[in-house]
């Protein structure tokens, strides 16, 4: 089983459409939660953290269940400049390594 | 605009040649790491450097060789490459406290070294 899972997708999605991304992940101790977005070709760049408490950033909403040991990230009235594969980032247990799902890959159409 | 840069962004070599990748960042980060990526892959962690001290090295073959002169700076050595090694090479970095909070681990990307061997 993979550390770090993720759908794959691609998930294509009309403009202005909401779309989930889940993940999971296995080593209950893991402490802290991201969300990167990549385009084609360009570096990781951190899009959010996840906080127990949930949070959100304009369009944006993070959700963490630490009992199910679940990540999410929601998307609302989806851009096309939107379109990117979007990394579930765990870090192992008190440490500062980093364990990156594969990623899912979003495309908004027009 | 990223605060991590690495140079060069393309590099092609051959086998036999000896290269450098640089990375520097302007942060006040004290942990820095390379990572290599494949197409369509997530990112490889490789080497962990913190406070300048190597602190993870992923089985990485010794042809690839990480330096850290200062806490700004991280190099990557390269020697005898085999042409698999072709890959996005991508430096990182974040502060170096394991508190548990998430601010403490975020990672920030410098825009990465596309590398082809030949």
């Known amino acids: 089983r993979k550390e770090v899972e993720q759908d794959p997708g691609p998930f294509n999605v009309p403009e202005g459409a909401t779309v989930a991304f889940n993940c999971t992940y296995s080593?209950?101790?893991?402490?802290?939660f991201f969300w990167y977005r990549q385009d084609c070709r360009k570096e990781p760049k951190l899009l959010m953290s996840?906080?127990?408490s949930g949070n959100e950033d304009g369009r944006f909403t993070a959700q963490l269940n630490r009992a199910s040991q679940y990540i999410s990230l929601l998307i609302r009235d989806s851009k096309l400049s939107d379109s990117a594969t979007y990394l579930c980032?765990?870090?192992?247990?008190?440490?500062?390594?980093?364990?990156f799902g594969t990623g899912t890959l979003l495309a908004v159409q027009p | 605009d990223t605060e991590v840069t690495q140079t060069p962004k393309h590099l092609v070599m051959g086998m036999t040649n000896k290269k450098s990748l640089k990375c520097e960042q302007h942060?006040?980060?004290?942990?820095m790491y390379w990572y290599k990526q494949k197409a369509k892959k997530p990112p490889e962690l490789m080497f962990v450097?913190?406070?300048?001290?190597?602190?993870i090295n992923e089985s990485v073959p010794s042809r690839f060789s990480p330096e850290c002169p200062n806490s700004s700076l991280l190099n990557l050595h390269l020697h005898a490459l085999q042409p698999e090694d072709s890959a996005l090479y991508l430096c990182?970095?974040?502060?170096?406290?394991?508190?548990?909070?998430?601010?403490?681990?975020?990672?920030?990307f410098g825009p990465g070294t596309r590398l082809t061997v030949l």
């Open positions: 990182a970095s974040s502060q170096d406290r394991t508190s548990g909070a998430a601010s403490d681990n975020e990672q920030f």
């Open positions: 080593n209950s101790a893991s402490q802290s």
């Open positions: 996840v906080y127990s």
């Open positions: 980032v765990v870090n192992r247990g008190a440490t500062n390594k980093l364990i």
């Open positions: 942060m006040g980060h004290r942990a």
């Open positions: 450097y913190s406070y300048e001290k190597l602190s």
